[in-house]
T-cell receptor, first 109, second 116 residues
Framework: RKEVEQDPGPFNVPEGATVAFNCTYSNSASQSFFWYRQDCRKEPKLLMS???SGNEDGRFTAQLNRASQYISLLIRDSKLSDSATYLC??????????FGPGTRLSVLP | GAVVSQHPSRVICKSGTSVKIECRSL??????MFWYRQFPKQSLMLMAT?????????EQGVEKDKFLINHASLTLSTLTVASAHPEDSSFYIC????????????FGPGTRLTVL
């Protein structure tokens, strides 16, 4: 089993739609969680950290469920510019990040 | 967010050439930098972890004699692909860990290597 798994995608949604991505991780010792966004042929960019209490940044909401080892990302009112691959990342202190395979999102006009 | 630069952004070279890629953290000190490789439509694969002043730690299956890493200062790490071959063609991305703030990584813009 992969250490970090994500919805395979791709997700093709119309502008204005709400879309949710799921991610599961296998290592219960993981302590830091992030969502990164990667555009085609570009480097990943940090979208948001994920906290146990859940956090929101504008149209983006991230949730963490430690008991189920599950992370989610919700995007409301999708924009064309949201089209990208979304990477789930988990980390243990003093250890390396583990990237999920990514979920590709295409927002259609 | 923190800024990481990477140079060059693109390299096209002949088989057998050695290629050097630089990664710099511009506005913070990075005791740890990471080198990743990404093939088309695949996720990032960690190649090695570079710690300032010590030898790099390579992931399983990554040849240390082929992918030479030097982390001579708190703001610079270099990756040299020795005697590159067409199968080394890939997108190489570095990242730097900013342990002073939120423990996360900031990525350089990547280097696209094409070996003919």
């Amino acid at each position: 089993r992969k250490e970090v798994e994500q919805d395979p995608g791709p997700f093709n949604v119309p502008e204005g739609a709400t879309v949710a991505f799921n991610c599961t991780y296998s290592n219960s010792a993981s302590q830091s969680f992030f969502w990164y966004r990667q555009d085609c042929r570009k480097e990943p960019k940090l979208l948001m950290s994920v906290y146990s209490s859940g956090n929101e940044d504008g149209r983006f909401t991230a949730q963490l469920n430690r008991a189920s080892q599950y992370i989610s990302l919700l995007i409301r009112d999708s924009k064309l510019s949201d089209s990208a691959t979304y990477l789930c990342v988990v980390n243990k202190p003093s250890q390396n990040f583990v990237f999920g395979p990514g979920t590709r999102l295409s927002v259609l006009p | 967010g923190a800024v990481v630069s990477q140079h060059p952004s693109r390299v096209i070279c002949k088989s057998g050439t050695s290629v050097k890629i630089e990664c710099r953290s511009l506005d913070f000190q990075a005791t740890t930098m990471f080198w990743y490789r990404q093939f088309p439509k695949q996720s990032l694969m960690l190649m090695a972890t570079s710690n300032e002043g010590s030898k790099a730690t390579y992931e399983q299956g990554v040849e240390k004699d082929k992918f030479l890493i030097n982390h001579a200062s708190l703001t610079l790490s270099t990756l040299t692909v020795a005697s590159a071959h067409p199968e080394d063609s890939s997108f190489y991305i570095c990242s730097a860990r900013d342990a002073a703030g939120v423990d996360t990584q900031y990525f350089g813009p990547g280097t696209r290597l094409t070996v003919l």
